[in-house]
């Protein structure tokens, strides 16, 4: 069917032309940018998915460069650090050549000091000139700021890191469970001779003795009277016993009849029984008393007296004074300074019983007394005799034979500093043996103490420190091996949690490292104390992550490397300056042990800013670089165009533009033919 109005071919030929048009425009486009998205027509998912993909590679970008950017602090703060290492060196050399001063001059030591005083003026510099595109990095501007500074307990604190999260603060609670504990080995008094005192130089009673005969036997009563006279009676009306009453020195003795016969032991138990009465007998004590006449009165002669022998363990040489008191009772007291117990009688007389002074001595620590006669021999039956001040001799003063060791002893003390041999001899007292000990101390990081008996304890806290006390050789008689508590001793480190999180523990310093609070602290030697602060600000704030969130970024506590700050339990740096307490004039040994603990903290503070540098930034630098790639490669394959497919695209599309041209051309030519038909 031929028509003119309406060319259908044509039509159809405009429609495939133009659609092989528009794929020739966008194989053109795409070649053109490379990109297989270039709008929202082409793929809106494709294009949600590539624009999100494209913000997390910015921020990932960005990240990469912040991480940068921190290495290159930490590279300038370290290289800092790296000098005041080198000054702080030469001044420990400095420190250990003048201790030399047996060998160095006046002058020597005062150059090594104006050294000293340059290398802590450098150092003071270099914590104000180390500076990144203009901020200080050592000053402690960028140091955590806290309230630990107001606890008391607290020596030292260092905070590494903290996540102060969106509050600003984090809240640190301490709680202390177990204090730490030095390395400690006593030594019991067995070891030692106790130093005592003879009571003749001291308090004495004056007592007398008589002789009477009972039952053929001579029965002696020793006692605080005259005994004017004594009489024995017969006494029907007693069952068989013997009894005895002391009136004012008078003594008279009762037994019952022939019915039933006492016998000479019953008439010393009955004397016995009697207070400040001592009777004894020359026979078995078994003789029998037939009548009342057998006994007879006899002259009364001086007796053995009866003083206080004062013992006390632990103490060299011991002095008693006696003396009369103002107060109503016995008052004793002991002066560890002098060694000396001093006994004031009371000024009621009946307070002044043996008994009774004999328990004021023994309240004392470590001072104990006897009742005993001149000779020392222990007594009974005078516990009550009253003590007056015309008792006292002229000199009541006593000094006590010294204590010391029982035989020669030879040893090896080992603490956490190292070792050394003691020989001592017999009598050895517990000062010499504390002297010789602490004279080393230095040199085995262990004391002595002689405060309530002898004991070896180890200078420092914790699992490092150590007492061990080997026994080379000792004497026959000796007991200063089997009087020790142990042979080896170490001791125990703090324990305590930080928010509830157990913490890693060395002597008094403990520590935790958590995503949230990476800190360190240090009580005092110990401490058990709990307490809480806050840390409210402060610290170098990196963000190393692409989204800003608090989990993405490290807050670094750099503290203050300046002389005033830097230092530890022993002292700060500036002592060691000239004029000041650590200088080497005035004290050589307190300023080698600042310098060390500085050295310390220096090198830690270096270690971990290599730390945060090695693992935290380079770790992270790999990890969003790797990150990176992997979107870019995820963005590249949603959004960049195919060239392989995009050429064979255009190549299809112009072969089908010139075909569509030329059908166009002929579709248009179809009316034509009408007018073969019109001739």
Do not use: W
């Amino acid at each position: 069917m031929t028509r003119i109005n309406t060319n259908v071919p044509s039509l159809v030929a405009q429609n495939r032309l133009q659609a092989s048009n528009g794929d020739l425009q966008t194989a053109l486009t795409r070649l053109s940018t490379g990109l297989r998205i270039n709008s929202g027509a082409d793929d809106p998912a494709g294009l949600i998915a590539s624009e999100a993909l494209r913000s997390e590679v910015t921020s990932l970008g960005r990240a990469i460069t912040n991480t940068r950017r921190a290495s290159q602090i930490i590279s300038t703060a370290d290289s800092a650090l790296g000098q005041a290492s080198n000054l702080l060196n030469d001044i420990r050399g400095l420190v250990v050549e003048a201790a030399n001063s047996g060998a160095l001059s006046d002058e020597e030591i005062a150059a090594n000091q104006l050294q000293i005083d340059s290398s802590l003026e450098a150092i003071n510099r270099i914590a104000q000139t180390t500076t990144f595109q203009g901020r200080k990095l050592l000053d402690g501007s960028l140091d955590f700021v806290s309230s630990a500074g107001s606890v008391g307990t607290l020596s030292d604190v260092n905070i590494d890191q903290a996540n102060l999260g969106t509050t600003g603060r984090i809240d640190v609670a301490i709680d202390i469970t177990t204090a730490a504990q030095q390395a400690s080995v006593s030594v019991s008094d067995d070891a030692f001779n106790a130093a005592d005192v003879d009571p003749s130089a001291t308090s004495l009673v004056p007592t007398k003795t008589i002789d009477i005969s009972v039952g053929g036997e001579t029965v002696t009563i020793t006692g605080n009277g005259d005994f004017s006279g004594v009489t024995i009676t017969e006494d029907n009306t007693l069952a068989g016993t013997a009894t005895a009453v002391d009136t004012a020195g008078a003594i008279e003795i009762t037994f019952d009849g022939d019915s039933n016969p006492s016998s000479v032991s019953d008439v010393l138990t009955a004397l016995n029984a009697l207070e400040g009465i001592v009777a004894t007998s020359d026979g078995p004590g078994s003789g029998t008393v037939v009548s009342g006449d057998a006994a007879s009165s006899a002259a009364t002669s001086d007796g053995a007296d009866v003083g206080l022998e004062v013992t006390a363990a632990g103490i060299d040489d011991l002095t008693v004074n006696y003396t009369v008191g103002t107060d109503a009772d016995v008052v004793a007291d002991f002066d560890p300074d002098t060694n000396t117990l001093n006994v004031a009688l009371g000024t009621t007389t009946s307070n002044n019983t043996l008994t009774n002074i004999k328990s004021k001595i023994d309240a004392l620590t470590d001072i104990t007394s006897a009742i005993v006669d001149d000779a020392g021999d222990p007594l009974t039956g005078f516990d009550d005799l009253t003590v007056s001040a015309t008792d006292l001799p002229a000199d009541a003063t006593g000094t006590a034979i010294k204590a010391g060791l029982k035989d020669t002893l030879v040893f090896q003390l080992n603490g956490a500093d190292g070792a050394e041999t003691f020989n001592f001899g017999a009598g050895t007292s517990l000062a010499q043996i504390k002297a010789a000990v602490n004279l080393v101390s230095d040199s085995t990081g262990v004391v002595a103490d002689d405060t309530g008996g002898l004991s070896f304890r180890s200078n420092a806290y914790g699992s490092d420190a150590l007492v061990n006390i080997e026994i080379i050789s000792e004497g026959a008689s000796g007991e200063f091996e089997t009087s020790l508590s142990a042979t080896r001793q170490i001791g125990q480190d703090i324990q305590a949690t930080i928010n509830g999180v157990e913490a890693s523990a060395r002597g008094n310093t403990f520590s935790i490292n958590t995503s949230t609070l990476d800190l360190n602290l240090t009580v005092d030697a110990g401490s058990s104390t709990d307490f809480t602060f806050s840390i409210t600000g402060g610290g170098a704030l990196f963000q190393l992550g692409p989204d800003v969130t608090t989990n993405q970024q490290a807050r670094l506590g750099i503290g203050s490397v300046s002389t005033g700050q830097l230092g530890g339990v022993s002292g700060r740096l500036y002592e060691l300056g000239s004029g000041q307490a650590k200088s080497l004039t005035n004290d050589v040994n307190g300023a080698a042990k600042i310098i060390d603990e500085v050295i310390n903290k220096v090198t830690s503070l270096r270690g971990r800013l290599g730390a945060f540098q090695a693992t935290s930034l380079e770790s992270n630098l790999v990890s969003l670089n790797e990150t990176l790639a992997n979107l870019e490669e995820a963005e590249s394959s949603i959004r960049d165009a195919d060239f392989a497919q995009e050429s064979a695209n255009l190549t299809r599309a112009q072969i089908l533009v010139q075909s569509g041209t030329n059908v166009l051309s002929l579709a248009n030519q179809n009316p034509q033919n009408v007018l073969s038909l019109l001739g």
